[in-house]
């Protein structure tokens, strides 16, 4: 399946009830099929609205680190589940079954492309990934990183939010950097053809 019919799949899935409150289905932002996949939890209200993933003030803190990191090759960026979990007009986490009925749709993102490293944010994201999914993709290399949610280093006081912040970002580019990964793929094809 190509990444457009994948989007049209899951704009118009309806496999748990949270399809019946959203705006739109929040699917990913970046470029797909990804060498390089991070995942969040799930939309909350803005982006919900805006039908994009990590936007306001916690998508800042993210892009701000990615920055920080200067990832070379393609990622993309998503969630457990692709619909805003919401009680009493307010966000809340996600459910077990709700995850589960999603979860086709985060294994087919990440099944676009084998990806090179799957980043999974919070402890939510972790425990969408099937562990048969992992013992499948890392015998074809594909390299795993778990690391905090940014809205918990948001959530930080002020005095110990960078060290939480410069600690994220340094263990994403140690693991780039084991994983050979910091070096631009356009270098590595050139050394290869030379
Ligand atoms: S959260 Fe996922 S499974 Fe539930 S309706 Fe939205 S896209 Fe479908």
């Known amino acids: 399946m190509n990444t457009k019919k994948l989007e049209q799949k ?6 748990c009830p949270l399809h019946k409150v959203v705006c739109q289905k929040v699917i990913y932002r970046g470029t797909l099929p990804a060498d390089i996949i991070f995942i969040g939890e799930a939309p909350g209200i803005s982006e919900n609205a805006l039908g994009v ?25 998503t969630n457990a589940i692709m619909c805003l979990p919401v009680q009493d007009s307010s966000s809340r986490e996600p459910t077990k079954q709700e995850i589960s009925a999603c ?13 090179l490293m799957i980043v999974t944010m919070g402890k939510v994201a972790k425990s969408a990934i099937p562990k048969h999914l992992i013992t499948s993709l ?4 594909t390299k795993f990183l778990h690391l905090v949610h940014p809205s918990y280093i948001l959530r930080k006081k002020a005095a110990d939010r960078l060290a939480e912040k410069t600690r994220w970002e340094l263990t ?8 050979g990964l910091l070096i631009d793929p356009e270098e590595t094809d050139q050394e290869t053809t030379e």
């Open 10 to 15: 899951i704009q118009a899935c309806k496999a």
């Open 53 to 77: 993933p990590f936007v306001g003030p916690v998508g800042k803190l993210l892009d701000d680190m990615l920055a920080s990191v200067d990832i070379k090759y393609q990622f993309a960026i």
């Open 103 to 115: 979860n086709p749709n985060l294994i087919s993102i990440i099944n676009l492309k084998r990806p």
């Open 138 to 141: 890392s015998k074809y290399g």
């Open 172 to 179: 994403l580019s140690e693991a780039l950097e084991d994983a």
